[in-house]
């Protein structure tokens, strides 16, 4: 299929938000290598095709909820670079004012309603924010990510079940990158993920993780058909995750082989993908698509120098916003 | 004035206030058509219809999420959770999401939700349905906690946590909901963090929550008998709490017993007792007492569960034990 022309724009802006995903990855990696952040923090490498797939389909006023693995989440809806690292860092100009580091990162003003660091822990929210829109006429929609070994948490049975019960205009979107931590999905999933949403007459699909065309293909259907009341819908999303559950797990070799890992990053790569398929559609050249990752890096290490010149927050800040104040 | 009961205000409170904003909806476990098993919701539905009284599965994490959704996204809701017994079953979305949304987002995420349940044992129950679980809430910062003591304060107290901008965790006590009192025509609203003195006195101070200021009256009424007067306060929220009331108090009688239903051991009554000792023990005439329910699960068979709660007249005898010296020798 040859691209129309309009498209162009929306193609390479999915390849420049892939390449962004990776490069902030690749920074906070070498800031945790380099011991210059604090605690630890789960990278999104390898599944950039579906938060930029998936986040590519919504509007701004559009909700999401994201995972402890949610840097990419967060840049796919919108949010800014030096903002993300200043909140890695514990810095006052951080997304949280460095209240909640990597793990907490939420950026309301893009509808990014927070990573969650218990897993599963933001399902009810997602639903609880369709719920919303439903009550109050809106017509936004919310997506619901997280990963595979979330499936095995009881509230999303529960949210699942009233989100279709009330035609809730929500999307969950699981992403399967084969590991739930330290353990193969296999042995913590019994049966088939989208079973689980098609028992309580949920419209689910499988989609290859990797190709952040055919993510985006479906995930505009889906957002389209949610807003006009149709939903709930379940996309099951198979990825895969290039580093380990942290940045600290380093020998993976007891859970999974270097050949299987290599596998992956050399033909499943979705922005490897996605840059050939621009290649060989005429729509960008090799050295054009280095120019965009050029310069998408040269902006992350500028923000990252920004971050760690920044500001720590005031101590006196530690007491505020434990209670928000009156309207 | 009119007289009316507690679970009546609670409803009118709930009514007005979905009257004024459009934003708040009710969402629980049958408050619809049932009004809920003690029939505080009744009638809502008729007025609101079923998009803002909403019925939910027997799902508590499920619904207090979504309420916790709703909340950050626009919404007000109020969540009716059928027994306190059941906050072990939504600890997660309540104090791991609820309670640390607007701190951990740097204050840009609001989470206006009211969260009401109940408390409080002699219901012939048992152990899964009378716990007074103030205590675990109120140890997570991020939530408010208030204990309406009457029909009075439950709904000035209610319109309070419904118009806050934070998690409130609003508890009453089951056996109260026919109790009535006088509550006025006219709007009212009661502000968190301002202690009620429901009586003076001389001698000792009574710090009671919830149901237990009825205990403490009680006593009071029995120590007055004996000669002894006491002064009875009433928290009314224990997030915020006003330690200022509480402590003038003390200081002007010199004595203080604490209290609360919850179980006395790690409680609401260790807390302000340990506060009094702490910033008023040169006033202090005698150790400050706690009075909480019995560490024990709730018995079922009424003759033991009637040991279990503090009584009129075990606060009346701690209180003479303290007027009176004995303490010296030990309880």
């Not at chain 2, 963090?193 to 429901?198: E, K, L, R, S, W």
Request: net charge negative.
């Amino acid at each position: 299929m040859r691209p129309k022309k309009t498209n162009i724009e929306d193609y390479l802006r999915m390849y420049r938000q892939m390449v962004k995903i990776r490069a902030f990855e690749d920074n906070a990696n070498k800031l945790y290598l380099d011991a210059k952040m604090p605690g630890l923090t789960h990278m999104y490498s390898g599944e950039e095709a579906v938060a930029v797939g998936i986040c590519e389909a919504l509007l701004v006023t559009d909700k999401i909820t994201s995972t402890h693995r949610g840097h990419g989440h967060c840049v796919a809806k919108g949010a800014d670079f030096k903002q993300m690292f200043c909140e890695l860092l514990g810095k006052e100009e951080g997304y949280c004012r460095g209240k909640g580091g990597s793990m907490h990162i939420a950026d309301q003003s893009n509808g990014n309603l927070g990573a969650n660091a218990i897993v599963g822990g933001s399902m009810g929210i997602a639903t609880g924010s369709a719920l919303r829109a439903k009550l109050l006429k809106s017509d936004d929609v919310t997506v619901c990510f997280f990963g595979d070994g979330a499936t095995a948490q009881g509230l999303l049975y529960e949210v699942m079940n009233m989100a279709a019960l009330w035609k809730l205009p929500v999307i969950y979107a699981c992403e399967n990158n084969g590991y739930s931590e330290y353990t193969t999905t296999e042995e913590i999933a019994a049966g088939k993920i989208t079973a689980r949403a098609e028992a309580f007459g949920i419209e689910a699909h499988q989609v290859d993780g990797q190709d952040v065309l055919a993510v985006n293909a479906l995930a505009q259907k889906l957002v389209q058909r949610a807003r006009k009341g149709e939903g709930p819908f379940f996309i099951e999303l198979m990825t895969y995750r290039y580093h380990g559950h942290h940045v600290g797990d380093i020998n993976r070799a007891y859970y999974r082989t270097k050949e299987e890992e290599f596998e992956w990053k050399e033909n499943r790569d979705p922005i490897k993908i996605m840059g050939q398929w621009l290649a060989s559609e005429g729509i960008a050249s090799e050295s054009e698509l280095k120019v965009i990752s050029d310069t998408i890096y040269t902006e992350a290490n500028e923000a990252v120098e920004y971050a760690l010149a920044a500001a720590y927050p005031d101590v006196s800040e530690v007491t505020m916003h434990v209670y928000a104040e009156a309207s | 004035m009119r007289q009316i009961t507690l679970s009546q205000a609670v409803n009118e409170a709930i009514a007005e206030e979905m009257r004024r904003d459009p934003t708040i909806f009710l969402i629980g476990e049958d408050v619809a058509e049932a009004g809920t098993p003690f029939k505080v919701t009744a009638g809502l539905v008729e007025e609101f219809g079923t998009e803002r009284v909403i019925d939910t599965p027997i799902s508590e994490p499920g619904f207090m999420g979504m309420a916790v959704g709703a909340a950050m996204t626009g919404s007000r809701p109020i969540v009716d959770l059928m027994f306190g017994d059941f906050l072990f079953l939504i600890m997660d979305q309540l104090c791991n999401q609820a309670a640390k949304a607007h701190y951990m987002s740097g204050g840009k995420l609001n989470v206006p939700l009211v969260l009401r349940t109940n408390l409080g044992a002699t219901r012939r129950s048992a152990a899964q349905h009378s716990q007074s679980l103030h205590a675990l809430v109120a140890h997570v910062p991020g939530l408010k906690v208030a204990l309406p003591s009457s029909a009075y304060e439950a709904k000035g107290l209610l319109k309070t946590a419904i118009r806050d901008n934070n998690p409130v965790v609003f508890i009453e006590d089951k056996l109260m909901y026919q109790d009535k009192a006088s509550v006025p025509e006219e709007e009212y609203l009661i502000p968190f963090g301002q202690a009620n003195i429901v009586r003076e006195g001389r001698d000792v101070t009574l710090v009671a929550t919830s149901s237990m200021r009825q205990v403490c009256e009680k006593a009071a009424d029995l120590l007055s008998e004996d000669g002894i007067s006491a002064e009875i306060i009433d928290p009314r929220t224990i997030v915020p709490l006003d330690e200022t009331t509480i402590l003038s108090s003390v200081k002007k009688t010199s004595r203080a017993i604490v209290v609360d239903e919850g179980h006395q051991s790690y409680g609401v009554a260790a807390e302000i007792a340990s506060i009094i000792s702490e910033k008023a023990f040169y006033h202090l005439d005698a150790p400050v007492i706690r009075m909480g329910a019995m560490d024990v699960p709730v018995p079922f068979s009424p003759v033991l569960e009637d040991l279990t709660v503090p009584t009129p007249e075990l606060v009346a005898q701690n209180a003479r034990k303290i007027v009176f010296g004995e303490m010296i020798h030990g309880l």
